[in-house]
């Protein structure tokens, strides 16, 4: 799928002609900006994602601002299909490729060959991993091992020193944003209240119903008697992981439940007091500052390394909040 700076919608086949076009434009280093800039934003998913729909205005508006000819894929998260569009995306010699990794350990070869072409790449939402840093101009998006710590934090002050035992219900195995939520909550567990103690986890896939599945599952090995909370590294897996407890028979309420996101399926969950706190991600703010660290590359302005999204603690005490409004 490739979304134009103006919303316009094409077949996927059209990529490789748009590649073939741009090819004459693209020089593999970035432009003066007078006949605008072209970027690549290889992304894996889109309009067919919630988080997607809202983060693709606000990138196209920036895009759009900034004089950038933005040609947009969607892997859905398919790592051959990213790398393809990788090979195209080169072949066009933009000024700039903007990447969200579907798989962050499998894009190194999509980084070298930009390198080797000369096009500089910045990494939106999910970061790749440390070895590869090094190929990148800088990364903008959401703390993710931040967020982690951040409901490891809720959940240590929920726990208040009594012996915890939980079910976490991780992201996508291989994916830099499940690895660094998972490991950002089990180093904050461990530091601040080694008194709350994972019992099982497993891939929800970021997926509810994949999450509800692994909660289930885990549910009876472990024996539901045995746990006092779930931690879940977003707001769809924890919606899978509350609907199995309830499926269960098991009240939700008395548990302590945190998860990550605060969107408009977690944020009702929260004001039932189904989940007991998850931190604000802000979809638009993503897709806004992935053209905005992209346009100071191409302009060859010095960036950080690494532009963090604020995150916030959302409980029952700010869930009304306009500052925490849910996006997607």
């Not at 020089?27 to 988080?51: E, M």
Request: aromatic content about 4%; charged content about 20%; hydrophobic content about 40%.
């Amino acid at each position: 799928m490739i979304l134009r700076t103006r919303g316009t919608l094409a077949a996927t086949g059209l990529l490789v002609a748009t590649g073939m076009l741009l090819a004459g434009c693209g020089s593999g280093a970035a432009s003066d900006g007078s006949d605008g800039y072209t970027v690549y934003a290889l992304l894996p998913q889109g309009n067919d994602q919630p988080y997607g729909t809202t983060y693709l205005p606000p990138m196209q508006e920036a895009a759009a601002k900034a004089g950038i000819k933005l040609t947009i894929t969607n892997s859905q998260y398919d790592a051959d299909k990213q790398a393809s569009e990788c090979e195209v995306a080169v072949a066009a010699r933009p000024d700039l490729i903007i990447l969200w990794p579907a798989v962050a350990d499998t894009v190194r070869p999509c980084l070298e060959a930009a390198k080797a072409a000369d096009i500089p790449v910045t990494v939106t939402n999910s970061d790749v991993i440390p070895a590869d840093k090094s190929l990148i101009k800088a990364y903008s998006g959401p703390d993710t091992y931040g967020q982690g710590a951040a409901s490891a934090e809720i959940m240590c002050e929920l726990a208040d020193g009594k012996p915890t035992g939980i079910l976490m219900v991780n992201g996508l195995t291989g994916n830099t944003t499940a690895i660094n939520r998972r490991q950002g909550f089990l180093d904050t567990i461990q530091k601040n209240c080694p008194n709350v103690t994972v019992l099982a986890e497993q891939p929800g896939n970021w997926n509810k119903d994949t999450s509800q599945t692994v909660t289930s599952e885990m549910l009876t090995s472990v024996g539901a008697a045995k746990v006092q909370g779930i931690y879940a590294a977003d707001d769809t897996m924890v919606a899978g992981a509350i609907d199995a407890l309830k499926a269960q028979g098991i009240d939700p309420k008395p548990l302590l439940i945190t998860s990550i996101g605060n969107t408009k399926l977690g944020n009702p969950l929260i004001k039932s007091g189904e989940l007991d706190g998850t931190i604000f991600q802000s979809s638009s703010w993503d897709g806004q500052n992935a053209v905005v660290v992209a346009e100071k590359v191409l302009k060859g302005e010095s960036v950080d390394e690494n532009l963090f999204m604020p995150s916030v603690k959302v409980t029952a005490a700010n869930a009304d909040s306009p500052e925490v409004a849910p996006e997607w």
